[in-house]
Structure formats: structure tokens, C-alpha cells
């Protein structure tokens, strides 16, 4: 987005003047509009009609007073070119466009939709292919359906490129209330990113809901994250295409290709993007960081009067990662001199029924559980429907003494019903004003609670002062690639102070003698550009243990790979020393990726890393805190400590080699297409790369 779209999308979210063009689905759209209460102008555009309800109508885009600020246009899908280029000429700020029928039907919609786009100049160009616009602030309303939402003052923006999603998520029982919900249909001018931009700094917006099939500036969506970080708004995100189907579904959804599953998570994960997995728990998310922030950590503490619910706390927190800290000697002791006999000091807390409504004590019993562990509290407590109110009281006593006792601690807190329709809205308007998060369903609480985390902890360091992460794009000439060979890959890793098994370049005739002089065991292998799968050419030999055994296994590589190659192989060997004494092996590799940049990813290594699945992608820069959390997230990490009495990895020798590498391939920039090193050897002391594929652009 140019200087110039962005002071037009300006306009188009804080538009004086509105046009509809079109005709039945324009009308009702401008009546929307009319009815919401905007104050400013009104305009209809149609050759056959002279009014739109109250609101004047225009036969041509060139008869209309001003150029107006916003337009929603809906005409048929071949003159819409034509209309947006005559809206340019007058100088309009920004378009709706509502009408279907371009790059999502590829073919001559393709076509269609790179005409309309060199139309709109400058323009700030929403779609097409989209529901509209919703401005619940202003009541600028660029929108042809009904809609449940209503004016306000504040609160959480919707960017969709559903738009049937962003329709569904305004009917939402839930007390949230929307300030805009916009649609990004194709994004053929502007896209997510955008409009997070543009609404970054905007004081009547409380955080983000975005449904997101693609990002196509991943630097723009990372500042326009941060910026709104530093006004404390939280951005939650509901990311399609983790599935194969899924990828296949948005690309003929809206005509573009769904990134890297892995890579939009490592780039969440580096912003503090909360993350969910369906529309429930976006509202969820979005209620809990808007009402009550976000956890610094994923400690909880849980509280309800039933011992089935702590059950259920207990097994929705596991699976998502959740940690519920035991009470101490200390904490127990304070906790016994109120609870009933009956109760068991643990948390998740089930008070019991004999404290029930009993605030004075209750309060106290909540302020000695909240001992200072905590990143967070829950309280679950099902509400009784309106007509049965005699019980009302009690089940508010609970809350005001949860209330009281968490804003003491300073914890973000949130009160849930076991069943989500047990939360009626005027209990969910009193807790949203104390500060406390009104969530429905255990484990859409739970869920929404270990969601939020990423943010709460992304929160932390932007207080603390810690420069913001945006993603550098140094993207290789893929056409100019070429492999280095194992030697000369060895060779740059030593330079930037990698470990590498020492070892020398031989032909069949020396080999014996340099590997006695490395010292044996050695490995010996097929050097040079001759082939990249050893073990598949039969170019590697083992655990060789005298001259006699490397002679032999030179001849033998020798006859294999002129066999696979179909040609005689180059008299060319390295022999290297084995590693002997390995906890478990590493794979460390670098890709250099046009839209986010150079990733880092950690796996557990060897000839099973496909199989086994278990990896971590870092986006670069990282700093060596980053890679050892990544590192000790790994399913191997148990290895690496020390399993079952055995010796532990040199974890901080790992974090420097990693360091290492991630520092090397930022020095290449945009000269390294990848960088794989497989295995990266774990040892007791010290750490060893024993084979490394690194693809560069010449110099």
C-alpha cells in the first residue's frame, strides 16, 4: 500500500460523504447506512431511479457533487472496470466492491480483475468479491445485508476473507461489540494487512479478530502487529490451510496460494498473534485479551464448587499446554484456616457448596490461593436463567469475592460456565465493566486462556523495552543456485565457527594413510559434486576401523557409485572421524523464503526426520534465548537433558553452534538459497555437524 492508499483507506474508514452504486443490493445497503445514524452525506448512483429511500440519486458517477470519500458498488462484473476508472478521474477515496465474478473464477475473471485493478490508481480498493464494510463507530455502513451490530464507542475490529464467517460472527451472543468489520474478498489492491495497518492507531479499536487464508506482505502485517502491540491491542487470528484440503479449498476460494503452515506459526508465535482454530474461540480470545488482557505465562489458577469441573479443568489444561501450579506448605496452611474439612487444598480449587455465596470468606480463600505463581485465574460458575432468581445472589457473592481478590493480585482473570449458554448477557455487561473476561464453555476457556498467552508475553517485552521482530526478505535467485560440495560446505561452516569432525580430502591410493592420521574410527565418503544421496549411491562407509578396512570400502564406493552414476566416479574421498559418543542427533536448517525471510528450523535428525515429525521453525533474527526455548520444545529435549540416568547434551555448546548457523546464513543473505545440516551430532561435551548441503548464489 503507497502513501497514497493509505490516506485513501483513511477516508474510506472515517468517510464524510458515501455514493451507493448499483441497484436493489445498493439501495438496501445505502438504507443501512441511513439508518444507523451517519451524519454525513448520502448518495445513490443509478441512471433509472431518483431517489434511494430519503437519499438523493445521481445517473452517473460524473453528476455527483463531491467526490465522495466512500463508495459500495455493486453493477454487473463487466462494466465494474469502467465505473472504478471514472471514480478515479473525480478523485473518490475508497471502494466496496461487492460484485462477484473475477480472479476467484480465473480465466477471464482473471482478466477482469488485473483491469479493475489498474483502474483504481491510488484508490483504496476493498474486493471485489466481498460482503462490504461495516463501520459501527460512525455508522458508515457499506453493507448489503442485515446486520446484529449496533454503535460504539470502541471495541474489536473484524477482517475477514470470509465473508460469510465475518456475517455469522455479528449475531454473536457473547457482549462483544464490534467497531468495524471489513471484508478483504480477493485482495487484488489491498489485503489483511492493510487494513490492520490502517486501523492500527485508531483509539476506537480495542483488538483484532482477523480469518486469514493468506498473507501477501508479511513485513507490512508484522509493523502494522507491532504497532498495535505498542497500544496494548491484541491481534488473534483464525488461519486456515494447515490441511492439504484446506490449501486446495482457499486457492480456489479467492485465486491465492496459502503460505507454509509452519511458517505463518513461527511468525505468530515471534509477534504474539494469538492463534485459534475456529470461530468460537476467536470470539473467546478476542473477549479475554479485550476484557482482561493477556497471561504473562500459562499458569493458572481455577476455581469452581463442583469436583466434576476440576476434572474437567484439569484435563483441558493438559491438553493445552496449561500448567496448574500445587499449593505450597504455605499457601495449603492459609487455605485450611478457611475451607471446609470436607474440601482438598489443590488446584484447579473446588471450594465446595458450604462456602457457596459466603463473599467475606470466599475472598479470603481466593486472595491466599492467588500466592504470586499465577499468570492468570478462572472462576466456573453456570448462572441460572433469568426467571430463576433466587439463587441469584448467591452465585454473585462467588463473583464479587473472585472479583475483589484477582484485581488485588493483578492477574488477568475471567469467569466461565461449564455450558455455554449458562453466562446471560447482563451477568457477561457486569464483569466486562470490573475488568473480567465473560467466557462460555470449560474448554473454550481453557483454550481461549492458553490462546491469549502469546500475547500477554509478547506484551512483556515490548515494556521491557525489547526491539520489535519484523521478518528481512533477501530473497535468492533460485535460477543461479549452486551446491557446494561437502568439503567446501565444511569449509564456510569452520569459518563461522560450526564443529565439524575433523577430516581430510584423499584419493583411494592416500586414504588409508590420512585416516590412520585422523585416528580411527573414521567415515569415508564419495567427495566432490558426483552425487547428494550417498547412502542411496552407495558412497558412504562407516565405522572403519584400520587401513586395511578404508582400502577396501574406497574400491567398493568406487565400483557403486560409477554404477549409479552410469559413469566411471572421480578418484575423490572424504575421510572423517567418527563421532562415537552421541546423545541423539540434530537437524538445523536455513531456508531462505520470499515472504518471510531466512527460517530457522530445529528437528530431531537423521534418517528419520520425516517420520518422526517432531520441529520447531524459528524466523530470523533469533537471539540464542529464542533457540534454546525452541531446542527444549522439541519431543527429543528429554534426550538432551539426561533420560533414564543417561549423560546429557552439551546444551549450551548446541545453542552456540545453532547461534552459529543462524549468524552464518544472515551473513549470506540473500546469496543462500538453503542450508541443511543433518545430523548435527549432541555429545556430553561439545556438538558436531557430520554432514551439511548448502545451496548459494555466486558471489
Not at 446486520?147 to 460504539?152: F, I, K
Request: glycine share 10%.
Amino acid at each position: 500500500m503507497n502513501q497514497r492508499q493509505s490516506e485513501n483507506l483513511a477516508r474510506l474508514l472515517a468517510p464524510r460523504q458515501v455514493a451507493f452504486i448499483g441497484g436493489d443490493e445498493a439501495l438496501f445497503a445505502s438504507r443501512q447506512c441511513a439508518e444507523s445514524g451517519f451524519t454525513g452525506n448520502i448518495w445513490g448512483v443509478n441512471p433509472r431511479r431518483k431517489h434511494f429511500g430519503d437519499s438523493p440519486c445521481f445517473a452517473s458517477v460524473a453528476d455527483l457533487p463531491v467526490a465522495p470519500d466512500a463508495v459500495f458498488l455493486a453493477v454487473p462484473r463487466q462494466v465494474v472496470p469502467d465505473v472504478v476508472e471514472q471514480l478515479d478521474v473525480i478523485g473518490a477515496g475508497g471502494i466496496v466492491c461487492y460484485t462477484a465474478g473475477f480472479g476467484e473464477l480465473g480465466g477471464e475473471g482473471l482478466a477482469l480483475e488485473q483491469a479493475l485493478v489498474e483502474a483504481s490508481g491510488d484508490m483504496a480498493l476493498a474486493g471485489p468479491n466481498v460482503f462490504g464494510m461495516l463501520n459501527y463507530v460512525t455508522g458508515a455502513h457499506l453493507w448489503p445485508f442485515s446486520h446484529g451490530g449496533e454503535r460504539v464507542e470502541n471495541g474489536p475490529a473484524i477482517i475477514s476473507q470470509s465473508g460469510m464467517l465475518s456475517s455469522y460472527l455479528l449475531t454473536n451472543r457473547r457482549s462483544l461489540r464490534f467497531s468495524y468489520v471489513i471484508g478483504a474478498g480477493n485482495q487484488s489492491v489491498l489485503g489483511v494487512e492493510d487494513y490492520l495497518e490502517g486501523l492500527a492507531d485508531n483509539p476506537a479499536v480495542t483488538g483484532f479478530g482477523l480469518y486469514l487464508e493468506t498473507l501477501r506482505d508479511v513485513p507490512g502485517f508484522a509493523n502494522a502487529v507491532n504497532r498495535a502491540l505498542a497500544r496494548n491491542v491484541p491481534v488473534v487470528v483464525l488461519k486456515v490451510g494447515q490441511s492439504e484440503l484446506a490449501s486446495r479449498t482457499t486457492v480456489t476460494h479467492t485465486g491465492s496460494l496459502a503460505g507454509s503452515d509452519v511458517l505463518y506459526q513461527a511468525l505468530f508465535d515471534r509477534l504474539g498473534v494469538a492463534r485459534v482454530s475456529n470461530p468460537s474461540l476467536l470470539l473467546e480470545t478476542l473477549q479475554m485479551l479485550t476484557a482482561a488482557g493477556g497471561p504473562a505465562g500459562p499458569a493458572l489458577a481455577a476455581f469452581t464448587c463442583s469436583g466434576g469441573d476440576v476434572a474437567m479443568l484439569a484435563d483441558c489444561g493438559e491438553a493445552q499446554g496449561i500448567v496448574f501450579h500445587q499449593p505450597d506448605q504455605k499457601t495449603e496452611q492459609a487455605l485450611r484456616q478457611w475451607l471446609p474439612e470436607i474440601a482438598t487444598v489443590s488446584n484447579p480449587l473446588d471450594y465446595t457448596t458450604p462456602l457457596w455465596g459466603q463473599e467475606q470468606v470466599l475472598e479470603k480463600v481466593f486472595t491466599a490461593a492467588l500466592d504470586g505463581k499465577h499468570d492468570a485465574a478462572l472462576l466456573v460458575q453456570d448462572y441460572p436463567p433469568p426467571g430463576l432468581d433466587a439463587d441469584r445472589p448467591l452465585y454473585q457473592a462467588d463473583t464479587r469475592a473472585f472479583i475483589h481478590a484477582t484485581q488485588a493480585a493483578g492477574v488477568p482473570a475471567a469467569v466461565c460456565s461449564s455450558l455455554p449458554e449458562n453466562l446471560d448477557s447482563e451477568t457477561q455487561g457486569l464483569l466486562i465493566a470490573q475488568g473480567i473476561a465473560p467466557l462460555q464453555g470449560i474448554s473454550e476457556a481453557v483454550t481461549a486462556i492458553a490462546a491469549a498467552v502469546p500475547f500477554g508475553r509478547a506484551r512483556r517485552t515490548c515494556q521491557d523495552g525489547i526491539p520489535s521482530f519484523v521478518p528481512r526478505l533477501a530473497a535468492a535467485d533460485e535460477t543461479t543456485l549452486e551446491t557446494l560440495d561437502e568439503w567446501e560446505g565444511k569449509r564456510l561452516l569452520v569459518k563461522h565457527d560450526v564443529p565439524v569432525p575433523e577430516g581430510r580430502i584423499v584419493s583411494a591410493s592416500t586414504a588409508a594413510e590420512k585416516a590412520a592420521d585422523i585416528g580411527f574410527p573414521v567415515a569415508l565418503k564419495l567427495a566432490g559434486d558426483q552425487t547428494l544421496h550417498k547412502t542411496e549411491a552407495g558412497a558412504l562407509r562407516l565405522n572403519l576401523n584400520s587401513k586395511e578396512e578404508v582400502t577396501r570400502a574406497a574400491a567398493e564406493i568406487l565400483a557403486s557409485a560409477s554404477n549409479y552414476l552410469g559413469n566411471p566416479a572421480k578418484d575423490c574421498f572424504l575421510v572423517e572421524q567418527m563421532v562415537t559418543n552421541s546423545i541423539t542427533e540434530l537437524l538445523v536448517g536455513v531456508q531462505n523464503e520470499p515472504q518471510f525471510g531466512l527460517a530457522l528450523t530445529l528437528a530431531s535428525g537423521g534418517t528419520l526426520v520425516e517420520v518422526l515429525a517432531d520441529s520447531r521453525t524459528l524466523l530470523l533474527p533469533v537471539d540464542q534465548q529464542g533457540i534454546r526455548g525452541a531446542l527444549l520444545s522439541l519431543k527429543l529435549a528429554p534426550l538432551l537433558a539426561g533420560y533414564r540416568n543417561r549423560p546429557a547434551a552439551d546444551i549450551d555448546a548446541l545453542v552456540d553452534a545453532i547461534s552459529a548457523i543462524a549468524n552464518l546464513a544472515q551473513a549470506l543473505g540473500s546469496r543462500l538459497g538453503e542450508l541443511d545440516i543433518n545430523p548435527l551430532m549432541a555429545m556430553p561435551r561439545g556438538c558436531v555437524a557430520v554432514d551439511a548441503l548448502i545451496r548459494l548464489c555466486p558471489d
